[in-house]
């Protein structure tokens, strides 16, 4: 169990993006910066209402693709239609590892998974793979000889520039076999950069998002098979017809599922 003395007055990632989702694993600090953020962008609660729709369309599609191995890095606070759950529903066999460094994320998802065979919680830092990747629970769960899905969902703008998020991206996929898949979200500016950056201006200063476009985000992947329809709003990556309508006229991120490929075969013609 993590004991690590947490800080009841400073609002987190994951705890705020629980309370917008509904959830009751958040503190005052949080339900306090996630109403700064409706009053400046109003179509927040539905844009992450949207990017958890996509997770679940994403997973299903790699479940489709019969991935049976699951990384879930910067996965927040395991919740209710989390992927452990549309996992279970399709394959109860399959493998998921939710990691993150948040407090309360880690300790909910002990409680939560400590006694599942399936599915485990590891408390690291997603910007350092090794850590991620040599963790206890990653080990026991996961064999990278065979594909796995590794979501990145509403994570990568917390990697800023220095973070080198090109570099730990690869980090990831080097060690994937070949049909595995990385599903990626984002944060942008490029759909509408005026409520974009009203988010920015509400956010504490110690740790303001990274803001990037497709074009940066995609040059991360590109040695990587990028599925249809490529990178778009999360509420426009294959909506389904039983989905709720959650577009907004002012999207927020975009997500993009690309999968890993065989390397070239060597040219075996004889000089």
Known sequence: MITRTLDLDRPSDARVHD????????FAADRALARHILAAAPHTRMEVLAGRDC??????????????QFLDLGSGIPAAGGPHEIIA?????????????????????ELLLGGSGTAAMVHADVRDPETVLAAEGTRRLLDFDQPVAVLMLGVLHLFGEHHDPGEVIGRYTDVLAPGSFLALSHFTDEFAPEPAHDVLAVLPDCAPPAIRDRKTVLAFVEDLELLEPGAVPVADWRPEPADADLRTPEPLSFALLARTVPPPRPNSSSV
Not at 59 to 67: A, M, N, S
Not at 97 to 103: A, I, M, S
């Open 19 to 26: 309370y917008l989702l509904g959830g009751g694993s958040n």
């Open 55 to 68: 997770m679940r369309r994403m997973v299903r599609t790699c479940l489709d693709q019969g991935i049976r």
């Open 89 to 109: 529903e399709i394959a109860p066999d399959a493998r998921v590892v939710y990691v993150d460094n948040e407090q309360i994320a880690a300790t909910q998802g």
